[in-house]
């Protein structure tokens, strides 16, 4: 990418009222993201 910096995981998408499920894939998302924030 422009910036150099590395993507940490796909872009997460979720409209209007979330589902159980998409609640999960949020928190998941910030537990991967923190990861590679504290790895880097």
């Known amino acids: 990418n422009k910036a150099g910096?590395?993507?940490a995981s796909p872009a997460l998408t979720i409209n209007?009222?979330?589902t159980e499920e998409e609640i999960q894939k949020c928190?998941?998302?910030g537990k991967e993201?923190?990861?590679s924030i504290i790895a880097s």
Do not use: G, L, S
């Open 27 to 29: 928190y998941d998302f």
């Open 16 to 18: 209007y009222v979330p």
């Open 33 to 35: 993201f923190a990861k």
């Open 5 to 7: 910096m590395k993507i």
